[in-house]
């Protein structure tokens, strides 16, 4: 766009009004962007800075390439248009502002391509718009509701965009009708013969209005954005370029803990920067609403306003956080006026946790990771709902009744139940299974896991996993009373203290018969070959594996399903192909699925076996639904909306399947509960994969 003959602020008293108003709407953008950065910096340190080459491939993608809201491709084909018609539309904004200097961009001032895909751009925002706008007004998707900015700040922003993208078509419409032409566009020369009936002078006073319309229109927005819900416009990217390296399944360890103060998170400024910048980076778009199964089963957790409640308890407590308590007394702050008592003050600082956000909320989390896995802006919900649970158990014991005997049976047991831990093994009388105090060289450890060493439906999942490794000729072992809860459900329900210890102690067992990866490579004098940990449970799998490194204990351990497709990959067992006749469906465990990328193993197992292959439930992989016990979810009583469980076996009970496959105890536990609360024992077995490949073995 070459610029106009005619000074689009009709001199130097207008240029000068210009960069008195540019510059105030620079320093009102800038001192609120001041204040939201001096925030992050008051929360607690992290470091985001390795897997550099990663980083800039996520933001290339995540970013500039849009990726994660693609994946809703009809929104998302809308946003990603609008998100590159802003960036383009911004260089047009650059070379109307130097307009009012009489100069242009260099290369891309009088550029006619450059013109062509600006208006483009224009056209296609000016459509995405209308989609935005009918998908608000007529179709209404209740995850776009939000309490912290309500419905109508999505209306406003849509209106502001409109408003840039109108004042810009008449500011080209008119500038091609003043210059007769020599200012070429295309929307200006499809829109500037419109106004061939006015004079030169009057197409001139509206080029001028519209200019100035229009870089108000600009400014206004930039003051506003960071005060909005699109604040995530300018926190997106960096959220994305520091997003998590660390395995997905990991939780953050507190560190020293008997030195410590606090054991966990009730005020904002407790989380770390990157957390806070989650809310900041909120696009509000509700996905994680539409996939987290306890908003589905209507209980009162909704992951977004999770996110956008640490974000409100940020803002509300943001003058005390930066240390401006002061300003009650002069001006009122956050609609406090300062008229108002200590005590009315407090109360509109209400606490983050049992005020902004509830405790029925927190606690009714299965930590299923998939408002994790489905956010299209890399937000990590779990570990704060994690965090805030810390909270209420470790500082306030506060927490469901039901959960006190299973935090004193692992301390006193070692397991879940009043069961001596002296009986971790019986379920192995008579199988000829070796303690690893009989074997210690034993190349494979089955760790069995408390569901499979004490509860009586998963001891016989122990029992065929013990006849499969058998079947391979693998020599392995157990550990019989040496091994002890791994702690995952007291770290899920925020006993940070019960889970270090439950892990100290496992270490040192596991390290003390050489499994850990030091030792694997002969580094420490013991053993140089190859070892492993099975084991059929994904919550010890996903302990022992992401998190045990946290404290010293660094092992290669393998879900059952992944070794025993091993085993037949390396034709150290083999099946009777087509085994099974009946109709099977499988369901992806949260803590194998999202939580590591075990997909395909248990879905080539179970090809294997069955004739028919698995008809998958319309929620699926990365998709799944949760059983509903995960979290430490299986401890507690479920007493709001229906059952998590009833609701994923109706899924699976809609494929019309004899046999629903799991591939975790707890699984294996919530479905049978849920198969006798829909009466459907007839229709539908449940049963682990092992337990078909054992009777399969026997069956050969």
Request: glycine share 8%; proline share 5%; net charge negative.
């Amino acid at each position: 766009m070459t610029p106009p003959a005619i000074s689009p602020t009709g001199g130097w008293i207008g240029t000068s009004i210009f960069v008195l108003i540019f510059v105030g709407a620079l320093v009102l953008f800038g001192t609120r962007v001041r204040k939201l950065v001096r925030l992050l910096l008051k929360a607690q340190p992290e470091d985001r800075t390795d897997h550099i080459d990663d980083r800039i491939g996520s933001f290339m993608l995540g970013v500039l390439g849009q990726r994660g809201v693609l994946r809703d491709p009809i929104p998302g084909i809308a946003h990603f248009l609008t998100f590159w018609g802003f960036i383009v539309i911004q260089f047009g904004l650059l070379n109307l502002l130097l307009g009012a200097f009489n100069t242009s961009l260099p290369l891309l001032g009088d550029n006619p391509t450059f013109a062509t895909v600006l208006d483009a751009f224009v056209i296609f925002v000016a459509l995405a718009l209308v989609l935005f706008a009918v998908r608000r007004a007529v179709f209404r998707p209740k995850q776009l509701d939000s309490f912290l900015h309500g419905p109508w700040d999505g209306y406003i922003i849509l209106g502001l965009i409109f408003l840039v993208i109108l004042t810009l078509a008449f500011v080209e419409a008119f500038d091609y009708a003043a210059s007769n032409g020599a200012t070429w566009t295309p929307l200006g020369a499809y829109f500037g013969p419109w106004f061939s009936g006015l004079n030169q002078s009057e197409n001139i006073f509206w080029y001028r209005t519209f200019w100035w319309f229009h870089i108000g229109v600009v400014l206004g927005f930039l003051i506003y954005l960071p005060r909005s819900k699109h604040l995530h416009l300018m926190a997106t990217p960096f959220n994305v370029f520091f997003s998590n390296y660390k395995p997905k399944g990991e939780l953050p360890l507190i560190e020293n803990l008997e030195e410590r103060e606090d054991y966990g998170v009730s005020k904002p400024e407790q989380f770390t920067w990157k957390q806070l910048l989650d809310g900041y980076a909120c696009t509000e778009c509700g996905r994680c609403n539409t996939v987290c199964p306890a908003t589905n089963t209507g209980k009162p957790l909704f992951p977004k306003e999770i996110i956008l409640g640490v974000k409100e308890a940020l803002f509300v407590h943001s003058d005390d956080i930066l240390g401006q308590k002061n300003l009650y007394s002069k001006l009122g702050v956050a609609g406090v006026s300062a008229d108002k008592t200590e005590t009315e003050r407090e109360a509109h600082h209400e606490p983050m946790i049992g005020g902004i956000i509830s405790k029925d909320a927190l606690w009714a989390c299965t930590t299923c990771m998939a408002c994790m896995e489905i956010c299209p802006v890399n937000i990590e919900h779990v570990p704060k709902i994690v965090d805030m649970r810390r909270s209420l158990v470790m500082e306030e014991s506060d927490f469901p009744p039901e959960v006190t005997s299973l935090f004193n049976n692992i301390e006193r047991n070692g397991n879940p139940w009043e069961i001596s831990n002296d009986k971790r093994a019986e379920w192995a009388a008579g199988l000829g299974v070796p303690l690893m105090a009989e074997n210690p060289n034993a190349d494979v450890l089955y760790w069995v896991g408390c569901m499979g060493s004490f509860d009586r439906r998963n001891q016989q999942v122990a029992t065929s996993v013990a006849k499969i490794l058998k079947a391979a000729n693998v020599n392995f072992a157990i550990l019989g009373p040496e091994e002890s809860c791994t702690g995952d459900p007291a770290r899920r329900i925020g006993n940070e203290y019960l889970w270090q210890m439950q892990a100290q102690q496992n270490i040192e067992t596991l390290n003390g018969y050489g499994f850990g990866k030091a030792d694997l490579n002969g580094h420490n004098g013991s053993v140089s070959k190859h070892r492993t940990i099975i084991t059929a449970c994904p919550h010890c799998f996903n302990t022992i594996k992401n998190e045990y490194p946290q404290l010293g204990g660094d092992y290669e351990v393998l879900h059952h399903t992944v070794f025993i497709d091993k085993l037949l990959q390396d034709e150290k067992l083999r099946l009777p192909e087509g085994f099974d006749k009946r109709k099977l469906t499988y369901h992806d465990p949260c803590y194998i699925g999202r939580y590591n990328d075990v997909y395909e193993e248990p879905r080539r197992v179970l090809n294997v076996l069955n004739s028919n292959g698995v008809t998958e439930m319309r929620r699926n992989h990365n998709r799944s639904f949760c059983c509903g016990g995960g979290g430490g979810r299986v401890w507690m009583e479920e007493k709001i909306g229906k059952r998590v469980n009833q609701t994923r076996v109706n899924e699976a009970l809609e494929t019309e399947a004899e046999v629903l496959a799991a591939a975790c105890p707890f699984c294996i536990t919530m479905f049978e509960d849920g198969v006798k609360g829909v009466e459907a024992e007839e229709k539908m077995q449940i049963e682990d994969i092992s337990e078909i490949i054992a009777r399969a073995i026997e069956r050969k």
